[in-house]
């Protein structure tokens, strides 16, 4: 199904990845090596509200777009033939998982004071849902991107914490929970359906390298305290990550810092000429 | 204290399980079969769907709904083996083809302008054929014997019958006009045509009308 297809009320305004990554208002703010400021969301952040609300609007719209990814999931392959019986089961329940987590969404968006289509939709999450392989789906969305989403759900929570709201630390930390699991069943699927195909395996593993690096959304996500998230590392380990591959998915992340940085500086020496 | 030593009625008294039923191994594995097929249909298509539907409630109950029946289809896939069919793939059949051609039929509006055709077609036509079959099912099995299916279908004719609430609800709120209830009644209309061909989700017999006493029953 291709993504511009994906049903919408009039609310709703859905960029690309490439619309984002052009948007001047992304870039890091300030900078950073000059300042020394950090970039993680934190409430003492001057913005923080701002981007607590923005972020929590991406989340849920992120949160959509996974509902619609493990429900295609049940639908696009026959049942035994391109995907086990229970590997759809799994999806299934993912889709009953992330629908809560659009409703805890827009309970939380309605508590922070923002609206639905306040912030555009990035529907870069579904793309990586497409994938003809339903072991590519499980690799780009319950491994690189429900990954993710244990790292900003880690940030969240711990937003929620330190700023003294236990109704978001609560709803966060349920969330990830699920998240988990869900990054647990694609390790555990990719791992039972490959066994035997090492190159059904590798294709896989690049695929969510592609999507591990689109979505470290140019370096908004490493151990660096310019990344506006942090890998949650424990979390990961949980849902069958390896040291190792917490360690290239850190990698990632600074590579597209810095490469985010370097266009900025073109930028701005552009600019100043 | 009572006496440990004193014999007791193996019945209680307010234990009035009945020994017969209606059916055999062979004739639940059976239908268990076609049950498991209906409901993979069920949860597949809700799932397809929930891209294609541009109401965020709706959406939304969808993928709530998609897993409760892929858990039905779960619980008949378990319950095949302890029928003695040890390949449920075999049994995991439609019916018969009209049941195909029904299906066919109920997952083909796929436009966005089409919730209220795919909302009738799940819960004013399927959902229903699920309840009464279940039904059937629930009154004529052996009590005792088939405890373990009576225990399934339990659980799921609850989840069925909220199901079919939450969607005709949503039916309801979604006829805004009188060509919006043209339009769900005529495809209801459609669809019942062709469940009527197929007799319920389980073919002809599925509620115990025009079946034939099957082999082996005990009644």
Redesign the interface.
């Known amino acids: 199904?291709p993504v511009e297809?994906?049903?919408?009320?009039e609310r709703f305004n859905q960029i690309t990845q490439a619309d984002r990554m052009a948007d001047g208002r992304n870039a890091l703010i300030g900078d950073s090596e000059k300042s020394r400021r950090s970039n993680r969301l934190t409430p003492a952040r001057p913005d923080a509200s701002e981007a607590a609300r923005a972020l929590m609007h991406g989340i849920f719209v992120g949160e959509?777009q996974a509902?619609?990814g493990?429900?295609?999931?049940?639908?696009?392959f026959t049942?035994?033939e391109e995907a086990p019986?229970e590997l759809?089961?799994d999806?299934?329940?993912q889709?009953?998982d992330?629908?809560?987590h659009?409703?805890i969404s827009l309970k939380l968006s309605d508590w922070m004071g923002s609206e639905?289509g306040q912030y555009a939709e990035n529907t870069v999450l579904?793309q990586a849902a497409c994938s003809n392989d339903p072991v590519l789906r499980l690799a780009g969305v319950n491994r690189a991107l429900e990954g993710l989403a244990i790292d900003v759900f880690t940030t969240m929570k711990e937003f929620g914490e330190i700023a003294g709201d236990p109704y978001l630390e609560f709803c966060e930390d349920w969330m990830l929970a699920d998240e988990v699991t869900h990054v647990k069943m694609g390790s555990d699927w990719l791992r039972k359906i490959t066994e035997n195909d090492p190159e059904r395996r590798k294709k896989a593993l690049e695929f969510q390298g592609i999507v591990d690096k689109m979505f470290s959304y140019g370096g908004s996500r490493s151990d660096s305290e310019e990344s506006s998230f942090a890998i949650a590392r424990r979390f990961r380990e949980l849902a069958g990550f390896t040291e190792d591959e917490n360690d290239h998915i850190a990698d990632l992340g600074m590579q597209a810092l810095n490469e985010r940085k370097a266009q900025l500086r073109e930028k701005q020496a552009a600019a100043a000429n | 204290m009572a006496d440990p030593t004193k014999p007791r009625a193996s019945f209680a008294p307010w234990d009035r399980r009945e020994l017969p039923g209606s059916f055999s191994v062979e004739e639940t594995a059976r239908r268990v079969g076609n049950y498991k097929w209906a409901e993979t249909k069920l949860f597949e298509v809700l799932g397809g769907w929930i891209a294609t539907v541009p109401e965020l409630d709706i959406k939304l109950r969808l993928g709530t709904h998609c897993y409760k029946h892929a858990w039905h289809a779960e619980l008949w896939h378990k319950r095949l083996p302890e029928l003695r069919e040890m390949n449920p793939a075999r049994l995991t059949v439609p019916a018969n083809d009209a049941l195909v051609r029904f299906i066919d039929a109920m997952t083909e509006p796929e436009d966005a302008s089409l919730t209220i055709e795919k909302l009738v077609g799940v819960y004013r036509v399927y959902i229903p054929h699920f309840i009464s079959a279940y039904t059937y099912h629930l009154n004529n099995t052996s009590e005792i014997t088939d405890m373990p299916t009576i225990r399934s279908l339990k659980f799921i004719l609850q989840d069925e019958f909220e199901d079919w609430r939450d969607g005709e609800m949503l039916i309801q709120s979604l006829l805004e006009t009188p060509e919006h209830v043209d339009r769900a009644a005529a495809h209801q209309a459609k669809l019942e045509k062709l469940m009527l061909e197929a007799g319920g989700i389980a073919g002809h017999g599925s509620i115990g009308i025009n079946t034939q006493a099957p082999q082996g029953a005990l009644s």
């Open positions: 199904m297809e994906l049903a919408r009320d959509i509902l619609e493990a429900g295609r999931t049940c639908w696009d049942t035994g019986f759809k089961l999806m299934a329940r889709a009953w992330e629908a809560r659009v409703e639905i579904f």
